[in-house]
């Protein structure tokens, strides 16, 4: 019987060392195929660095790739390992509209500060020490497109990857003089003071839906197979505080795989967000394209081998033909300890990835309706 589930890893450059060498990627994807993984999710943007030799970096920042890479190219060099032994490579765009982490905007703001998020008070948008880009500013939009569309265009990738910072905005953003003057032209107001007030949060977050359906469309005027997935936060917590609107993503068909990042540290905590997901969020049809984000290591946690095997059981129970652990070194903990526990267990038989028609099961019923119902939901956005 030949199983179809998603077995994802995501691959970091933060308290990991995997991306440094070539040496070292190649046994990484040697020792994820033997543990039966089948696709990995490798950074290829975060710290307002590339992690691959990018034209559009060089020619807006004078910076072609992570300066620690210099003389590789590290995405090219996963792609060739992971096809050594067929795993799929989705490249992913960790910081998304994030400029930099407790930098003051880094680099990127610093060469182009109106570019730069704003609050209410005019200050630099920052929350959970990331400083953050305006996810709402065509300019700024155009070059997330430009690096996404690089990627797609110049390496044999099998899609790309989105998270909670892509497409993302935090709630308290979007007080600068052009948002401000957009909302205004709608409204005959200038936005509420009040970051979460309903219609000025669902605005926003309208702004970043029709930005993410530019990218799918673009990503699959390159190659239609190519997978567009994001790893987005909870909703609705998402969309309170990150302006992340994924049920209407999914109803409009612009994300093929999802992966709400489930990340609770006990089993009762990981079920009681999956139930939800599965009854309130997805449909029969949507539910093939979900397989939720778990929490591997953070820090000094590493989840138990119970759990573990606890979190993969429960979500084959509910329906769910996948999961995405949070990251790499948490395999190589303890001596390969949670490694082992998939190889022998969960993971024991082998698994091909599901096929873009297995994910897009809703798509062929749904074709005929979505554009009357985007016509309908734009007609209600803007009232």
Same mark, same amino acid.
């Given at each position: 019987?030949?199983?179809?589930?998603?077995?994802?890893?995501?691959?970091?450059?933060?308290?990991?060392?995997?991306?440094?060498?070539?040496?070292?990627?190649?046994?990484?994807?040697?020792?994820?195929?033997?543990?039966?993984?089948?696709?990995?999710?490798?950074?290829?943007?975060?710290?307002?660095?590339?992690?691959?030799?990018?034209?559009?970096?060089?020619?807006?920042?004078?910076?072609?790739?992570?300066?620690?890479?210099?003389?590789?190219?590290?995405?090219?060099?996963?792609?060739?390992?992971?096809?050594?032994?067929?795993?799929?490579?989705?490249?992913?765009?960790?910081?998304?509209?994030?400029?930099?982490?407790?930098?003051?905007?880094?680099?990127?703001?610093?060469?182009?500060?109106?570019?730069?998020?704003?609050?209410?008070?005019?200050?630099?948008?920052?929350?959970?020490?990331?400083?953050?880009?305006?996810?709402?500013?065509?300019?700024?939009?155009?070059?997330?497109?430009?690096?996404?569309?690089?990627?797609?265009?110049?390496?044999?990738?099998?899609?790309?990857?989105?998270?909670?910072?892509?497409?993302?905005?935090?709630?308290?953003?979007?007080?600068?003089?052009?948002?401000?003057?957009?909302?205004?032209?709608?409204?005959?107001?200038?936005?509420?003071?009040?970051?979460?007030?309903?219609?000025?949060?669902?605005?926003?977050?309208?702004?970043?839906?029709?930005?993410?359906?530019?990218?799918?469309?673009?990503?699959?005027?390159?190659?239609?197979?190519?997978?567009?997935?994001?790893?987005?936060?909870?909703?609705?917590?998402?969309?309170?505080?990150?302006?992340?609107?994924?049920?209407?993503?999914?109803?409009?068909?612009?994300?093929?795989?999802?992966?709400?990042?489930?990340?609770?540290?006990?089993?009762?905590?990981?079920?009681?967000?999956?139930?939800?997901?599965?009854?309130?969020?997805?449909?029969?049809?949507?539910?093939?394209?979900?397989?939720?984000?778990?929490?591997?290591?953070?820090?000094?946690?590493?989840? &138990?081998?119970?759990?573990?095997?606890? #979190?993969?059981?429960?979500?084959?129970?509910?329906?769910? *033909? $996948?999961?995405?652990? %949070? =990251?790499?070194?948490?395999?190589?903990?303890?001596?390969?300890?949670?490694?082992?526990?998939?190889?022998?267990?969960?993971?024991?038989?082998?698994?091909?990835?599901?096929?873009? &028609?297995?994910?897009?099961?809703?798509? #062929?019923?749904?074709?005929?309706?979505?554009?009357?119902? *985007? $016509?309908?939901?734009? %007609? =209600?956005?803007?009232?």
């Amino acid at each position: 019987m030949n199983i179809k589930e998603i077995r994802g890893i995501w691959l970091t450059t933060t308290d990991s060392k995997v991306l440094r060498s070539k040496q070292r990627i190649a046994e990484a994807m040697d020792f994820l195929a033997e543990t039966g993984f089948n696709v990995v999710f490798p950074v290829v943007w975060n710290k307002g660095v590339t992690l691959y030799p990018s034209q559009t970096m060089q020619q807006i920042f004078g910076v072609e790739i992570d300066p620690m890479s210099v003389g590789r190219d590290p995405l090219a060099e996963v792609i060739t390992e992971a096809r050594r032994v067929g795993l799929k490579v989705i490249p992913w765009f960790e910081y998304g509209f994030a400029s930099s982490y407790n930098l003051n905007g880094g680099v990127i703001l610093q060469k182009k500060p109106e570019w730069a998020a704003l609050d209410c008070n005019g200050n630099l948008l920052k929350k959970n020490g990331f400083e953050w880009m305006n996810a709402l500013d065509p300019q700024v939009q155009e070059f997330l497109l430009n690096l996404v569309l690089e990627v797609v265009n110049n390496y044999d990738v099998d899609g790309i990857q989105g998270d909670d910072r892509f497409p993302a905005l935090p709630c308290e953003g979007g007080y600068d003089r052009g948002t401000i003057a957009r909302y205004h032209q709608q409204f005959h107001q200038n936005p509420p003071q009040n970051p979460k007030d309903r219609q000025w949060l669902q605005w926003r977050a309208n702004i970043l839906i029709d930005y993410w359906a530019r990218l799918y469309s673009e990503v699959k005027a390159v190659n239609s197979e190519l997978l567009v997935s994001v790893a987005p936060n909870i909703y609705e917590w998402a969309l309170q505080e990150y302006l992340q609107d994924s049920p209407t993503w999914l109803k409009q068909g612009i994300v093929d795989i999802i992966h709400p990042q489930i990340y609770r540290r006990e089993f009762n905590s990981y079920t009681a967000i999956a139930d939800k997901l599965v009854n309130q969020q997805f449909t029969d049809a949507t539910l093939p394209r979900l397989a939720p984000g778990i929490l591997m290591k953070l820090g000094t946690y590493c989840m &138990s081998p119970e759990y573990l095997v606890q #979190a993969i059981e429960y979500n084959r129970q509910l329906g769910i *033909q $996948g999961e995405v652990f %949070f =990251f790499y070194e948490g395999l190589r903990e303890n001596n390969n300890a949670l490694a082992k526990v998939l190889r022998n267990g969960p993971y024991a038989q082998s698994a091909s990835f599901p096929t873009l &028609s297995d994910l897009s099961v809703a798509r #062929a019923s749904n074709k005929r309706t979505s554009s009357i119902w *985007q $016509g309908v939901e734009r %007609f =209600f956005r803007n009232l």
